[in-house]
């Protein structure tokens, strides 16, 4: 059985930083692309950012870039978010994902397994 556990929210102030992990079992982290999403309050999940099989490629959202990076340590099958200058609007759920390594990952049908997210809320 597959399970992704996120870990690491919080309450911070802005321009705060904050990591997130995601803990994986049940599946290896080296065979698939990984990626972080987001749901805001009253709206719809985001693509926050991805990073590939092997940990060597990332992709991050214009909103993000630039304040957030990814990693990932495909021994421990644990992904990391670590985001930095914090913003108002970055407070949300924040969601792991793991998908095959060919997908699309702005596409949020093609992860097959999902974590059940932490809150991270940032206070202006």
């Known amino acids: 059985q597959v399970q992704l556990v996120e870990t690491g929210g919080g309450l911070v102030q802005a321009g705060d930083s904050l990591r997130l992990s995601c803990a994986g079992s049940?599946?290896?982290?080296?065979?698939?692309?990984m990626g972080w999403w987001r749901q805001p309050p009253g709206k719809d999940r985001e693509f926050v950012g991805a990073?590939?099989?092997?940990?060597?490629?990332?992709y991050f959202a214009p909103s993000v870039k630039g304040r957030f990076t990814m990693s990932k340590d495909n021994a421990k099958n644990t992904l990391y978010l670590q985001m930095s200058s914090l913003k108002s609007e970055d407070t949300a759920v924040y969601f792991c994902?793991?998908?095959?390594?060919?997908?699309?990952?702005?596409?949020?049908?093609?992860?097959?397994?999902w974590g059940q997210g932490t809150q991270v809320t940032v206070s202006s």
């Open positions: 049940g599946l290896s982290f080296s065979a698939y692309a």
């Open positions: 994902a793991a998908g095959p390594p060919t997908i699309v990952v702005l596409n949020a049908r093609e992860y097959e397994y």
């Open positions: 990073i590939s099989a092997d940990g060597g490629t990332t």
